[in-house]
Nanobody, 128 residues
Framework: QVFLVESGGGLVQAGGSLRLSCAASGRSFSSYAMGWFRQAPGKEREFLAGISWRTSGTNYADSVKGRITISRDTAKNTMYLQMNSLRPEDTAVYYC?????????????????????WGQGTQVTVSS
């Protein structure tokens, strides 16, 4: 059984930074891409960033590019999201997810419907 467990969320002031972690277990993820999404109240879950577990190739949503960095540590089976210059509008529940690459492009992997496994989410609150 696959488990994705997020951690690192919390309350931070605007302009601050957070690093989220996603611990993955239950299978080999070598053929998977991992992604970070977020969902604010009343809004759709949106793609933020993705990383190929095998190649470490990355892709970012334009809305957050330059403020976030996705990375992974294959030895620890853990993915990270470093977020800087946080804004109140970044307040949301942040989720990690895993999708089989299977020839998919990053255009496909920005679509949450293509992800097979999800974590339970971690709350990030940015105060003004």
């Amino acid at each position: 059984q696959v488990f994705l467990v997020e951690s690192g969320g919390g309350l931070v002031q605007a302009g601050g930074s957070l690093r989220l972690s996603c611990a993955a277990s239950g299978r080999s993820f070598s053929s998977y891409a991992m992604g970070w999404f977020r969902q604010a109240p009343g809004k759709e879950r949106e793609f933020l960033a993705g990383i190929s577990w095998r190649t470490s190739g990355t892709n970012y949503a334009d809305s957050v590019k330059g403020r976030i960095t996705i990375s992974r540590d294959t030895a620890k089976n853990t993915m990270y999201l470093q977020m800087n210059s946080l804004r109140p509008e970044d307040t949301a529940v942040y989720y990690c997810a895993a999708a089989q690459v299977a020839g998919r492009s990053w255009y496909d992997l920005r679509n949450k419907a293509n992800y097979d496994y999800w974590g339970q989410g971690t709350q990030v609150t940015v105060s003004s």
